[in-house]
C-alpha cells in the first residue's frame, strides 16, 4: 500500500471511528458465530477496494461505499443489540435495553462531532459554532499549480477533515467563476479547460477530461498527436488550469504556444487562464482586491495594449 492510500485509510478510520469500529466487531461476530450477510461482505469488499485510492487522481471519494456499507451494519448491529437486550430482561439497576437508549444517541453524537464542518459566514451560524466550541474561521492558503505561493486567508467554514474538498460558495466565488467564464464568452472556440463546469455556463462543448487523459496517456493507451497539433496550431482561445492535470506532453506544448494572461481566485483554488502566444492585451479595467490586481480586458491580436497596476507599461516590456 502506498503513501496516499495509507493516509487516506487513516483519514477515513478517523472521522468515522464510531461506525467503522461497530460495522468491523458486527462482522467479526457473523464470521465467528453466525453466516456472514451479504452486508457484512459488501462492508469487507468496500474496505478492501478503497485500497484502489493509492492511484493517481483517486481521493477521499473512494471510500464513499465503505462509510456506506458501514452505516447500514452500524444499524443492524444496533438494532439487534436492542432485540438481545429487551429479551435479555435484565432490569436493576437500570435495564439493558434503556441503558442502551441512552448510549446509543451518544455514541451518534460522537461520530458527528468527527465529522464535523460547519460554514460560519453569517452571525448567526458564526455564533452556534462559538456555542459549540467551534473556531470560527480556517487560516488558509489558496491552492495553486501555476502561480507563486498565497498567503493564507481567513476562510469562513470549519472542517475536521479537509477544507478543501470545497465549501459553500461565496457571492465572490460566484463572481470569480463568471469572470474566468467570460473569457470563453468573449472567445470565438471552447476552452480546453480542466474544469467543464466553465464551458457548461459559456455554452460550449466540452472537450477534455484531464484526470482520464493524464491515466490512459501514462498507461500507453492514448493517440495524442491530434490534440497536440490543435494546441500547437493555437486552435484553441483560452486555456484554463486548476491543477495541471494534463498528460505532461500537452502540458509542454501548452507552455510553448501559451502564456497566462489572469489568475483568479475561486473557492481556495487559483485558476490560470491562459491565451495563445502572439495576443496582446488592451486593459478594460483594473480592480484591486486584497494585494493581487485583477485585470479585465479583451483580445486583440497583435495590437499594443498595457496591463499593469497603478501604472502604465507597454507589454513590449513586461514579457
Given amino acids: 500500500m502506498n503513501g496516499q492510500a495509507w493516509a487516506l485509510y487513516t483519514q477515513w478510520f478517523n472521522l468515522h471511528l464510531v461506525i467503522t469500529v461497530i460495522a468491523g466487531a458486527y462482522a467479526v461476530y457473523q464470521l465467528y458465530f453466525e453466516r456472514l450477510s451479504a452486508y457484512t461482505i459488501w462492508f469487507v469488499a468496500a474496505v478492501a477496494n478503497s485500497a484502489t485510492a493509492g492511484k493517481w487522481g483517486a481521493g477521499e471519494s473512494y471510500f464513499v461505499t465503505a462509510v456506506a456499507a458501514s452505516l447500514i451494519l452500524t444499524g443492524i448491529a444496533l438494532v439487534r443489540l436492542l432485540d438481545w437486550a429487551e429479551a435479555k430482561g435484565w432490569q436493576k439497576p437500570i435495564s439493558a435495553h434503556a441503558l442502551l437508549l441512552l448510549i446509543i444517541p451518544v455514541l451518534w453524537l460522537w461520530q458527528a462531532n468527527l465529522v464535523f464542518h ?9 455564533a452556534i459554532a462559538e456555542l459549540l466550541g467551534e473556531p470560527t474561521e480556517t487560516m488558509k492558503p489558496p491552492q495553486t499549480s501555476c502561480s507563486a505561493p498565497q498567503p493564507a486567508v481567513a476562510i469562513p467554514y470549519v472542517d475536521r477533515a479537509f477544507i478543501s474538498l470545497g465549501r459553500p460558495p461565496t457571492a465572490e466565488d460566484t463572481a470569480a467563476g463568471q469572470r474566468i467564464a467570460q473569457h470563453i464568452i468573449e472567445s470565438n472556440t471552447p476552452a480546453f479547460s480542466e474544469e467543464a463546469g466553465f464551458n457548461f455556463y459559456a455554452g460550449r462543448e466540452i472537450i477534455t477530461n484531464p484526470t482520464q487523459l493524464r491515466n490512459l496517456a501514462l498507461a500507453g493507451k492514448l493517440d495524442l498527436n491530434e490534440m497536440l497539433t490543435m494546441l500547437d496550431q493555437q486552435q484553441f482561445d483560452t486555456v484554463i488550469f486548476r491543477a495541471q492535470f494534463f ?73
Fill in 118 to 126: 460547519w460554514p460560519t459566514h453569517t452571525p448567526t451560524l458564526r
Fill in 247 to 319: 498528460p505532461p506532453d500537452v502540458l509542454n506544448m501548452i507552455g510553448q504556444r501559451y502564456a497566462t494572461t489572469d489568475l483568479i481566485e475561486m473557492n481556495g483554488f487559483v485558476y490560470c487562464v491562459m491565451k495563445p502566444k502572439g495576443y496582446k492585451l488592451e486593459v478594460g479595467a483594473i480592480e484591486i482586491r486584497r494585494t493581487t490586481c485583477y485585470v479585465f480586458f479583451k483580445l486583440q491580436r497583435q495590437k499594443e495594449g498595457t496591463l499593469a497596476c497603478n501604472k502604465t507599461v507597454p507589454l513590449s516590456q513586461q514579457e
